[in-house]
């Protein structure tokens, strides 16, 4: 039978074993402490630490973690913006002072959790409650940036490094949704009418272009057709004036009356105007007075012209 003093010591023995042994996960950081004082660092993989008195204070992980935010700002025309965000975060590095500083900063993770959030939180409301809503949308990575410029040297001194912040969605309240699609909706009318107004001016203007081309075409084939009309009507009147001198130059020499050649034009004219008509009524004088009028004149002047000459 072994004694029960034995039985003690090896109890105490193997528990004093059992509580030297301390194991630590990859990824993870332990602090001990002796009689609360801050004692030392574990790393990862087993170590061994004084039994009783040296005791596992904290385990800090050292891999990324993320955490979902949901909060409202207020932006400088009094609209409030809805934001839904991811952050991501870290410790520092696994140095002694920030494992330190990651441990006893805060009296637990949901105390630390809670100041990191406010103070997203509020550096995010910080920025917006210096920019309009229309300008809210388009200012993602600005915001972004506004927010790690003023919490990397916070976070820093926790021992903390905010690695990324995601705006996964920025909404409005519902009566500023309605407005800002009444505002799209009314701009995308309005730049609409603009298009067709200068479709329609440009067809306007393209038709009366054509229009004036048509009318100085016009105009001109006009010109040029009274041009040639002209020319031939006083080409036509030469050749008579030839013909008639030419002919009242024979009639001299062989000594006939000029008058003659009034009578052929008279008759020729009566019968043109039979042949040329197309049934329109022509009114002549056809009485001996008439005609002695009409042979009359026409020799006042026939003279008219030889004096001119």
Request: glycine content about 6%.
């Amino acid at each position: 039978m072994i004694p029960i003093g034995n039985i003690i010591v090896l109890a105490v023995f193997a528990g004093a074993i059992i509580t030297s042994v301390v194991t630590v996960q990859q990824g993870t950081i332990a602090i001990t402490t002796i009689f609360g004082k801050f004692r030392r660092v574990l790393r990862p993989g087993l170590n061994f630490k004084i039994p009783f008195i040296e005791r596992v204070f904290k385990k800090i992980s050292v891999q990324n973690r993320s955490a979902e935010l949901g909060f409202q700002a207020v932006t400088i025309d009094q609209a409030n913006v809805n934001f839904t965000a991811m952050l991501l975060y870290s410790v520092i590095n696994s140095d002694e002072e920030t494992i330190k500083n990651v441990a006893f900063k805060f009296v637990d993770e949901r105390n630390f959790m809670q100041a990191l959030v406010r103070s997203v939180e509020g550096s995010v409301r910080a920025f917006v409650a210096t920019k309009k809503q229309a300008e809210v949308l388009i200012l993602r990575r600005e915001i972004v940036e506004a927010v790690k410029d003023q919490l990397d040297k916070t976070l820093e001194e926790w021992g903390y490094h905010l690695i990324d912040l995601q705006l996964n969605d920025i909404t409005f309240d519902e009566e500023v949704m309605r407005s800002m699609a009444k505002v799209v909706a009314s701009n995308n009318l309005k730049s609409a009418a603009e298009n067709e107004g200068q479709a329609l001016l440009i067809t306007r203007t393209k038709a009366a272009e054509a229009e004036g081309n048509f009318i100085k075409i016009s105009a001109q084939a006009e010109k040029d057709a009274a041009q040639l009309k002209g020319q031939g009507i006083a080409l036509f009147r030469q050749e008579v004036a030839r013909g008639m001198a030419g002919a009242a130059r024979e009639m001299e020499e062989a000594n006939l009356d000029s008058s003659l050649i009034l009578f052929s034009m008279w008759t020729e004219a009566v019968k043109n105007f039979a042949q040329e008509g197309k049934g329109n009524v022509i009114f002549l004088d056809g009485s001996t007075d008439g005609m002695q009028k009409t042979m009359k004149d026409m020799m006042a002047l026939n003279q008219i012209n030889n004096q001119k000459k």
